[in-house]
């Protein structure tokens, strides 16, 4: 893709009349940097020699040269450079966007002293061959390309005042690399400034002396000096006088430029002279023998001299112009090893033997001006032969709409040399074509005028056949996923009809934009005008933003561009809190909000995905409708299943427009807490009691009250849990213990569930603790004795285990009659269970009738009795 015109130096010169604002600068200042100071990694290192900035009125020129070879970015090398260069193109630190030094620096390398305002990119060269790319550091917005340039050793990147504003007085410096990795970076410290451009001096060649007089038959040598040459090879130059005053002998080139050069360089073989002389001309064509590979010479010094004779008979006055024909016409030919012509002026000379006389003459004599544009020249009067004093100046054969207007129309010879400058604006409708303006001088010589003309050669160049371009509309908005188009329009100028080629160019890191046009290239009527479509299809993945791009127009070297905003439009989708927090069993009711981004427009279609399990999630409303710059807000329900899982988990709420999407992410925190008991099965003896913790954790962030409740005792047991109320915090794991109590009035052996049940709010956990309560039984076989006096007998007492008893029980004997004894065999058993012989004896006189005798079994607070009746007769 091509941006800028890149005109000749001649074409440019006569479009603006300002040579010097649009020549190769001379690169006076140089900010060299050290040789080895790369900082990358790779096995090519590129090493910055030197960085330059210098400016004119128009534009700003940025110069990076190397130690080694570089290719440009679009060749995609090893050695391709690319980078940046920051600029601060207000001085001051305290203002602009970080330095990209700053930013891809080495560490021990000082702050690089520069704030941006505009960053250049020499990476864009790769997708805009011939381009670097103009970037505001601010806000990162692209705002135009500056063309660059590549030598073997160097580029150059000429920025165009018009973007970046200011004069071009700026800071500067760079950090540059390859495609893999930054290596280097200039200058090493602090910054460098950009200083005013110093164009190259002109070349000029010129008669010495300009003034020649010698008597009749007398003769005169003059020569031909060219001053500031820039690789001349070879040259052909006529002089061309009055044959009836002078007369020329054969020219010599004898220690000229171009043999000096050749005796001082290798590979040169010698000069090629050509001489021609005829009446009224002289001529000398040389050349450098040798290839092409020669440099030429450069610098000033004398081309040939030729020696005059001067006719015996009549007296007068002739110019000895300088040209490129034995007719007069052109300023000689200059041509440099590669054969392209050295642009220049020429300073012709005069004779005169006469009476006081003067000589006019423009510099340059021949100007070639595009309509509607203008240039200068110099006007320059000799007095001769004792002229002195005032001379008036006149023009004639001005053409048509062309305006020529004298600095001073009277100058004053000082030292028999006057000047002035005569400039020359050819109008609109002036008709293209050759012109002879004249400049006539005329003085005062005691009684009589003496007049002089002189001549400018102008020749009126048409107007350059061009074309515009223009866009339907500044700006677009085209929603992402979405398409849009502008219409663009080549105008024809001045009889254009040629097809011109269409491009859009992106920012660097601009979006995923395809763009199309209808017809391209485009071919414009002669003076009229042909449009073409342009669609621009924007990524759905684009972020809404302002992206500027630029159309580029171009038909061979000219190239035009046109600006279009193209504002990338969306909706977000925003949620909050973020996380939601929800527990089991709860519903909790949160909202989105749609918001329209950078004027969006449009209808949403909502929806939720995925649903995680155990959630049931359900929006307000399905749709809603944005204008630019609204918002809507719909309410989302959500509800947790009491049996969900504590834990993470992410629901998206999805947006839809036709091709735009767009979602908003919503995560619940789903926080609970467990429960949990130290001792799952409680075994208590009746009349006894026991003792569980029960255990309260907090699960993913729970906090709050949780009461706790104990259910399910059975008659005769009592439980309670204390405390009845906990407080858990974020994180946070907390114990209580719940005794439960059985009292042996009415408990009765068995197994029996207890539920304790932890509530907050909607949240509920129930924790099954096993109670077996135990007891045991007595029981005497016989329950009936019967006996005499002196008689003993025995019964069986036997305990037995209810529901797992297994503790000691001790026995006892009660309610013996008067005369009885009673021994129990064993008296305590261990385990809960088993068998112990009771044995009565009865003494000679005990007493008769009928007794009962209690077997008290006991275990803790456990009593249980047996009753034996003991019947005592004769």
């Not at 128009?58 to 090398?77: C, M």
């Not at 054969?250 to 010698?270: E, F, H, I, K």
């Not at 300023?331 to 000379?349: A, C, P, W």
């Not at 797992?804 to 006892?812: D, I, K, N, R």
Request: hydrophobic letters at 40%; glycine letters at 10%; one cysteine or more.
């Amino acid at each position: 893709m091509k941006q800028y015109l890149t005109l000749t130096l001649l074409t440019l010169s006569l479009v603006l009349g300002l040579s010097s604002f649009h020549v190769k600068p001379v690169w006076a200042t140089v900010s060299s940097d050290p040789q080895g100071d790369t900082f990358g990694h790779g096995s090519v290192q590129l090493d910055i020699s030197s960085i330059d900035a210098q400016f004119n009125k128009t534009r700003l020129d940025f110069k990076t040269s190397f130690y080694s070879p570089i290719l440009p970015p679009h060749v995609n090398a090893p050695n391709s450079v690319v980078g940046f260069i920051d600029v601060d193109s207000d001085r001051n630190l305290s203002t602009g966007a970080l330095s990209l030094i700053d930013i891809y620096k080495p560490p021990g390398y000082p702050p690089s002293g520069l704030r941006d305002e505009y960053v250049i990119s020499i990476f864009f060269e790769a997708g805009s061959l011939g381009n670097a790319g103009v970037f505001n550091a601010i806000t990162g917005s692209f705002i135009g390309t500056a063309p660059i340039t590549f030598t073997p050793n160097s580029y150059t990147i000429s920025v165009p005042l018009g973007l970046i504003g200011g004069n071009g007085l700026v800071n500067y410096g760079t950090v540059i690399g390859t495609f893999l990795e930054p290596t280097d970076l200039a200058p090493n410290s602090c910054c460098a400034t950009s200083e005013l451009m110093v164009p190259p001096p002109k070349t000029i060649l010129s008669l010495t002396p300009t003034v020649n007089t010698a008597p009749k038959g007398g003769a005169f040598q003059t020569s031909i000096q060219v001053t500031n040459a820039s690789a001349l090879y070879s040259f052909d130059i006529f002089l061309t006088f009055d044959p009836t005053l002078l007369a020329a002998s054969a020219p010599s080139d004898t220690g000229n430029v171009l043999r000096n050069y050749c005796s001082l360089t290798p590979g040169c073989l010698g000069v090629n002279s050509q001489l021609a002389s005829g009446p009224g001309f002289v001529e000398m064509k040389e050349s450098l023998i040798g290839n092409f590979s020669l440099a030429g010479f450069t610098g000033s010094g004398p081309v040939f001299s030729a020696t005059f004779t001067v006719a015996k008979s009549g007296i007068g006055t002739t110019p000895i112009r300088i040209t490129s024909s034995s007719t007069g016409v052109g300023d000689g030919i200059l041509v440099t090893s590669t054969g392209s012509q050295i642009q220049h002026s020429s300073e012709d000379g005069v004779f005169s033997d006469g009476g006081p006389d003067m000589f006019v003459t423009a510099v340059p004599d021949e100007l070639s001006i595009i309509v509607n544009s203008s240039d200068t020249s110099t006007l320059r009067v000799y007095g001769l032969n004792g002229l002195t004093g005032p001379v008036s100046l006149a023009l004639s054969g001005i053409p048509l709409k062309v305006n020529a207007v004298l600095n001073q129309t009277t100058v004053s010879l000082t030292n028999s040399t006057a000047s002035t400058n005569l400039a020359i604006t050819v109008g609109a409708t002036a008709i293209p074509g050759n012109y002879t303006i004249s400049i006539i001088g005329s003085a005062a010589v005691k009684s009589k005028i003496v007049t002089e003309t002189g001549s400018l050669q102008l020749t009126i160049l048409p107007p350059v056949p061009d074309f515009s371009i223009s866009v339907s509309q500044s700006s677009i908005n085209i929603p992402s996923g979405s398409s849009g188009s502008v219409q663009v329009t080549i105008q024809s100028i001045h009889g254009f009809q040629l097809p011109v080629d269409l491009t859009v160019l992106l920012p660097i890191f601009g979006p995923g934009l395809t763009t199309s046009f209808s017809v391209n290239p485009v071919t414009p009527p002669t003076n009229g005008q042909a449009s073409t479509t342009l669609t621009l299809l924007v990524n759905a993945l684009d972020f809404p933003q302002t992206v500027p791009l630029e159309i580029s127009a171009t038909s061979g070297s000219i190239t035009h561009t046109t600006s279009l905003s193209l504002q990338i439009s969306s909706f977000f989708i925003f949620t909050q809190p973020f996380p939601l927090m929800i527990r089991p069993g709860e519903t909790v009711v949160t909202f989105a909000q749609i918001v329209s981004v950078n004027g969006f427009s449009g209808t949403v279609q909502l929806g939720i995905v995925p649903v995680p399990a155990g959630v049931t999630a359900t929006l307000s409303t399905n749709s809603v409708t944005l204008t630019n710059s609204t918002s809507a807000s719909v309410a989302l329900t959500l509800t947790a299943s009491p049996t969900i899982t504590a834990g993470n988990v992410v629901l998206f709420i999805t947006g839809t427009s036709g091709n735009t999407f767009n979602t908003g992410f919503l995560q619940l925190q789903i926080t609970d807490f467990s429960l949990a008991a130290g001792q799952v099965d409680l075994t208590v003896p009746a009349t006894g009691s026991a003792t569980s913790s029960i255990f309260l954790s907090s699960l993913n962030g729970f906090t709050g009250f949780v009461n706790l409740q104990v259910t399910g005792a059975p008659s005769g047991v009592s439980a309670t849990i204390a405390p009845s109320s906990i407080v858990l915090s974020s994180g946070n794991s907390t114990s209580t213990s719940a005794t439960l109590t059985v009292n042996a009035s009415g408990a009765t052996a068995g197994n029996y569930d207890l539920t304790i049940t932890g509530s907050s709010g909607p949240t509920v956990h129930k924790l099954t603790v096993k109670l077996h309560v135990t007891d045991f039984t007595v029981t005497s076989s016989p329950s009936t004795l019967t006996l005499s006096p002196r008689q003993v007998s025995s019964t069986t007492v036997t305990i037995t285990s209810l529901n797992g008893f297994a503790q000691p029980v001790t026995l006892t004997v009660s309610g013996l009659p008067i005369g009885v004894t009673a021994a129990l065999t064993p008296s305590s058993l261990a385990g809960g269970a088993g068998v112990s012989t009771l044995t009565l004896t009865l003494g000679n006189k005990p007493a008769l009738g009928t007794f009962v005798i209690t077997v008290t079994a006991t275990s803790g607070m456990i009593v249980h009795t047996s009753a034996i009746t003991l019947i005592i007769a004769k």
